[in-house]
């Protein structure tokens, strides 16, 4: 069995473009059969800012990615994708 144990995935953050369907059409025909997937760091805080300092606006921002993260949970299994 192969993991991908860690592959970003959200839906703010489109470039590159990293939602669940854009993971599958490109490990579709690989031999991945599980996958740990993690917000796309641009996501949850601003890596570019050295100063960065959290605020509501980011927490939501999180708490957004976070849901669709976890909405994931019932999606139909990876292999029944490829």
């Not at 144990?5 to 839906?11: K, R």
């Not at 059969?33 to 890596?47: A, K, L, Q, T």
């Not at 921002?61 to 999606?75: A, C, D, F, P, W």
Request: charged share 25%; glycine share 8%.
């Amino acid at each position: 069995m192969i993991i991908d144990a860690h592959a970003h995935c959200g839906i703010i953050d489109r470039f590159p473009p990293q939602s669940f369907e854009d993971y599958l059409a490109a490990a579709r025909g690989s031999p991945i059969e599980g996958v740990v997937m993690f917000s796309p760091v641009m996501e949850i805080y601003d890596r570019g800012n050295p100063n960065f300092v959290d605020n509501s606006e980011w927490q939501e921002q999180r708490k957004r990615s976070n849901q669709y993260l976890l909405g994931l949970e019932n999606r139909i299994g990876l292999n029944e994708f490829l």
